[in-house]
């Protein structure tokens, strides 16, 4: 697919002399925004749109429409569909709340310790799915350490409690670090002009900075809502008969081998997290009252009344308490015989994961999100630049397919996937290529999972990327054009190192995504191939819990390091010397 | 950031002539030149078939209001903007289908548009490095521009650090080095201060005298157009009210617009009593029959308006409505601004602005007074009310 090229209502007596005029002045004549639309275009649709197509005819096929007729009939479906958008809400309410509470105590709160709390919130986006249900399970769990072995208590957190638990500790770093953006953007001047109308504090919080942060809170509760409705790997692990859609599909695939019944359920559950993700998106997010982009406007001032301190600093306090706890479980219980019951000290569960047969889904999965981070990222640059600066009508289609990625519960795209792939793809009798997923795949299927990282870890890039482009004044790139650059020269040599910063914002959670991602790996790994989050389900699955919080330890340790790497390579060698102010 | 402007008064100085472009050429032409955004027929047209011959070495400002299509116009010769019709030459060239990066032209903006992550002296041979220059020759051509520009103390330093005057010289450095046929500006003193706004417009006329470089300079600052320009293009609304040379602009300007956007201006009703003959006719106005000079399209047939500067009007003291003073008037205020005194001033004819300038202390009248109200000789110039072009 090319951009539009349309042909200018020019009058007719111009257009006896005048050349073939074309309309875009933005990009008509530069041949090398063609060209990198159009390989922009064919990734697109080769690693979401084929997959999102080849899902929609499965679904519809006899056997696929059957399922769907049984969703509007069949009173168990009314059941699980219930429980998947009950989740959602729920998850989507607590997540933000928590997600809330640490960034207001973050940014408004007078206390020690901001740095620490900070990097406790951000350390579930490096943590694998698992690590926290596994954790809850050991410490709050029928044997757990905590309710029975202290409290003697012998707790079910299976189902509804658990998942609630779980989702909301996973997933309130997305809503925190969205509320903290947007209360430190907030003018602190507000604060103070409704102070000097003489409102108290308690007042000013609930009459200036709630009402203010209402877009923000709303598209977390959205973001939130799709990513608990899409998680897989907790209502496995902790769901106990609170079955949800993406569990169900993927009981249909891997336990009936009944594709387009999986199909069907991926279908139904793709829907509401399409809906909610448009509404974030078209609606929410316009209404935004604050700029984004904004810089604060001033030091904000800190609050020291106890009235709201102490209460703020305990919730938050105990919830900090938890993470670490939860977190210390995953690092302790690896070196534990069998975690929570039989505390005996072991190397055994490390040992399986770095040396014995866990260690090739380590150096697997490794290898993959390592390909994949980088052509992520540059993926998510090269779209920012297209849509920001060089597309007109084609800008808002490409930007939304990009961002699909989010939107798609991870079961769905895991599934079309499989569909998609799984046999040589033809093209009028043609192979263009040969399988890439399912047991015939060429390289085991890698190349699917590759390009399933990409798809899952574009957004995070391409959002950076756009925000960032709008920052720097476009004259700045023009000026290039008019000293002679090309298009693709000014993206490299003016662009690119002035978005550095949402480069690496890009390349970091294309890298932590892909490791930590499961939901559509499970349809995707083959013997030949082993993933680390699908691993660690199966260890989890057989009750070994010591090798799963193992694996979990190695890969927060793999992708921390990677981090690390990734800060120095890219600010140390990639742009040496170019120093330029932020 | 105030001892980085206090360094700034440092005339552009050395040896310019090096940028100089081969003579004659630079010559450019726009020929029914259109724009309209957006892509349905009723769409408003932003630039409405401009037409503009410009001289090589000629200085033109583009002149107008906001909105009215100056900066479409500069992004269409640029290669910005494609044009919906109409053609760009450059020497006789079609520069339409040449895109942005090939044309022999350079463009300066208004937010200096300095790479942020590139020093100085790196900004400056960005264009030429594109060109695959010899470094030897590249760090020559680099120098001379960064001396002409008096920059060369500042050649390692990353743009943030300079003023916004140095930033400005730096966009035009990295531009000349470039040593385009033209040069385009797009209100680049806008975001100056007062001060250094007049002193770097004189810089730009002195080094582009110089070096005769064709310059097409976009501003809404009528002052800037007046002191820089060869010629004035006054736009509105897409299209040119008039091309001409800064006085005659000023002097006699093509409509009611123009009369009204550059400097100040009384528009008094008038009687013409006979055809034009040579641009000159008889008229009435202010209580006098006098000889005024008279835009080519005044003719009996239409009402016409008589176009006084307020610093052309002449008050005097001692009323006497005679055939000398014409008319009688009260002063309804008078405000003092140190080189000169600004009246309002009531007639008959309705109410008129005098400026007076530098008055003794005697003789600055009060509001009350009673004064006759008279016209400079040779000043008026009789305007057609509908004049639109
Ligand atoms: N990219 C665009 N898309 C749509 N309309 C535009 C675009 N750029 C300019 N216009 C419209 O075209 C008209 C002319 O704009 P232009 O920027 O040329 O004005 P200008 O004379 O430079 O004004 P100013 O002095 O404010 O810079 C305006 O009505 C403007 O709204
Ligand atoms: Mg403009």
Known sequence: MAIPLIDAPVPDSVRATAPKLKRNGKSAKDPAVVILTTIVCAILLLIIGFPLYGLLTSAFAPKGLEVLARMVTDPVNHRIIANTLLLGLIVGTTGTLVGFLFAYAQVKVKFRGKRALHLLAMIPIVAPPFAVATAVITLFGRNGAITNGIFGWQADIY????????????FFPVAYMNIRGMLESLDPSLDEAAAGLGASKLRVFFTVTIPMLVPGLAGSFLLLFVESIADLANPLVLGGDYTVLASRAYLAVTGEFNMQAGAAYSLTLMLPALLVFLVQRYWVSRKSVVSITGKPAGATE??????????????????AALIVSIYATVLAGGFLKVPGVNNELTLAHYQFVLAGLGSKAMVDTTILALIAAPIAGLLGMLIGWLVVRKLKRASGLIDFIGMLGLAIPGTVLGIGYLITYNKPVNIFGLQVFPALAGGSAI?????????????????????????????????????????????ATTFRKVTLPLIQSALLTGLTFAFARSMTTLSPIVFLTTPGIKIMTSQILAEVDSGRFGNAFAYCTVLIGIVLLVILLLNVIIRKVVFRGQSHRR | MDNLTAADPTPITADASEFAPALES?????????????????????????????????????????????????????????????????????????PPNKRPMSMVFQSYALFPHLSVRQNVAYGLRLKKTSEKRLREEVDTALTIMNLMPYAERAPHQLSGGQQQRVALAR??????????????????????RVQMRNEIRRLQKRLGITSIFVTHDQDEAMTLSDRIVVMNQGRIEQIDVPEQVYRHPSSIFVADFIGRANFLDATLLVDPVDGRARAFALGLEREVATHPDVSLEGEVLLMVRPESVILTPNPAADSVHGE??????????????????????????????????????????????????DRGWLLPVHAES
């Open chain 1, 302 to 319: 800190q609050i020291s009344a106890p009235s709201i301190r102490i209460p703020v600093l305990v919730i938050v306090g105990f919830l």
């Open chain 1, 159 to 170: 189902g509804l409690p658990g998942l609630t638990i779980v989702l909301s500790l996973s």
């Open chain 2, 26 to 98: 630079g010559q450019v032409t726009l020929s029914a030149l259109t724009k309209r955004y957006g892509n349905r027929v009723d769409d408003p047209i932003a630039v409405d078939s401009v037409d503009l011959d410009i001289r090589a070495g000629e200085f033109v400002t583009l002149l107008g209001p906001s909105g009215c299509g100056k900066t479409s116009t500069l992004r269409m010769i640029a290669g910005f903007e494609t044009p919906t019709s109409g053609h760009v030459t450059v020497d006789g060239t079609d520069m339409v289908s040449v």
């Open chain 2, 175 to 196: 531009a000349l080095v470039m040593r385009p046929k033209v040069l385009l500006f797009d209100e680049p003193l806008s975001n100056l201060d007062a001060k250094l």
């Open chain 1, 443 to 487: 390289l085991a299927g890698a190349v699917a999972i590759v390009m399933v990282y990409i798809a899952r870890s574009l957004p995070s890039g391409q959002r950076a990327a756009v925000s960032a482009l709008q920052q720097i004044h476009p004259a700045i790139e023009e000026a290039s054009t008019s000293l002679g650059a090309d298009s």
């Open chain 2, 328 to 377: 009688v008037g009260r002063v309804l205020s008078a405000i003092f601004h140190g080189e000169s005194v600004e009246y309002e001033v009531e007639t008959d004819t309705g109410s008129i602005v005098a400026l007076v300038s530098d008055p003794a202390a005697n003789e600055i009248f009060e509001p009350m007074d009673t004064v006759s109200v008279g016209i400079k000789a």
